[in-house]
């Protein structure tokens, strides 16, 4: 059975990588992307699917009731794939607002449209898949077990209290209306078209123009890191299952402070450069172009306020009752995404200026 589905927030990072993901392995459904592009969408990272027959881009907002009914409506659509959020926390302690309006009130449009659209009379078969975040479970200390699904709600930023309030909502759409929805709670992702605002894009765009990588505190801060390609085959594992109302957790299983996984990054760009010594002429500025070690170019900075000390996944559900396991180890995850970032300098220098 193909599936026509609205994908939103996909111009963004995690919601680029899935389409690309599924277009090549679901070639007959049709997806509709509706993205807003704020400064983290990017139109061009999806630009190579708009020639697809059954691949739409519409731009505009998750919180513009009207046209998410329509698009539902006119497309037959029978699934939605719910990405688009603001999705930085220092941005969210910066500005809340926002957060609130994408987040929570964008997600509440999208499931009163769902619910207009798919339940009304006798219904039509549905799915409504939220993309949420382990954030909000709150921190653990360093010897904690890892968040399991039954895990209390303990948001700390601005951010995760606002993933944390669309996710109360999904639920109760569920125990309410009776939509068909199900939420995964995914730890830290890493790989290509990842806005260089977060910490791994972050490190790679600065180190090849000759700048410093920024790290928070004392770097020992810990996340679990899942490369953006398993995140999309966790979904595409929980969109092809049929229990609902429930949450699934995706992590890697793959915990690191953020000393050590920038240590392992610089690593992977200073061997990129001794494997292919072309790479000097493009990035004459990087370390690794003038016989220096990138992991010397790190600097200390204040903390961010509230900063969560460790999220770690337990991802056993999935694993056990779907199979699922991350296919990229970090070493090979860390070489790719460098890889991705060293061709594609058209896609980053623009933004890393901005
Ligand atoms: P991102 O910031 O890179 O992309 C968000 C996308 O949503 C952008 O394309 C943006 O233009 C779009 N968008 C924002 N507001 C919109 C609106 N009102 N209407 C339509 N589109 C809008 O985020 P990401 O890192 O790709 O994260 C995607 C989702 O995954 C988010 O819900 C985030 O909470 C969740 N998540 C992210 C991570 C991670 O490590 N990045 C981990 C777990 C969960």
């Excluded at 990588?213 to 085959?233: F, M, Q, S, T």
Aim: charged residues 20%; contains cysteine; negative net charge.
């Amino acid at each position: 059975m193909s599936r026509r589905m609205l994908v939103t927030g996909g111009a963004g990072f995690i919601g680029a990588n899935f389409v690309h993901y599924w277009t090549q392995h679901y070639p007959d459904d049709m997806i509709v992307v509706l993205d807003v592009l704020t400064y983290a969408g990017n139109r061009s990272s999806i630009a190579a699917l708009e020639a697809l027959p059954n691949f739409e881009f519409v731009h505009g907002s998750i919180t513009d009731r009207d046209l998410v009914t329509g698009l539902l409506q006119k497309n037959e659509l029978d699934t939605i794939v719910h990405f688009a959020a603001e999705s930085h926390v220092d941005r969210s302690i910066e500005g809340p607002a926002a957060f609130i309006d994408t987040n929570i009130i964008g997600t509440l449009t999208l499931l009163e449209a769902a619910r207009e659209v798919w339940l009304k009379g006798d219904g039509v078969p549905h799915r409504f898949h939220h993309i949420s975040t382990d954030e909000v479970f709150g921190t653990l200390t360093h010897d904690a077990a890892p968040f399991t699904e039954q895990h209390p709600y303990q948001p700390n930023s601005p951010y995760a209290a606002s993933k944390a309030g669309s996710d109360h909502l999904v639920r109760a759409w569920f125990h309410t209306y009776g939509l068909q929805v199900t939420t995964s709670n995914c730890s830290n992702n890493y790989g290509p078209y990842h806005f260089p605002e977060k910490l791994i894009p972050l490190a790679i765009t600065n180190l090849l123009l000759g700048k410093k990588v920024p790290i928070y505190g004392d770097g020992k801060n810990v996340r679990d890191w899942l490369y953006v390609e398993d995140h999309a085959r966790g979904i595409e594992a929980i969109l092809n299952q049929d229990e609902v109302g429930g949450t699934w957790n995706i992590g890697g299983n793959n915990e690191w402070n953020n000393l050590d996984l920038i240590s392992e990054l610089c690593r992977a760009l200073d061997n990129a450069f001794s494997e292919d010594p072309g790479w000097k002429s493009k990035y004459p500025h990087c370390p690794a172009a003038n016989g220096a070690l990138c992991a010397d170019h790190r600097e200390f900075v204040s903390d961010r306020p509230g900063h969560d000390l460790r999220y770690a996944i337990d991802a056993s559900l999935l694993r056990n009752n779907l199979g699922f396991e991350p296919k990229i180890q970090i070493q090979a995850g860390l070489q790719q995404t460098v890889s991705w970032y060293l061709k594609n300098d058209a896609w980053w220098r623009p933004l890393a200026a901005s």
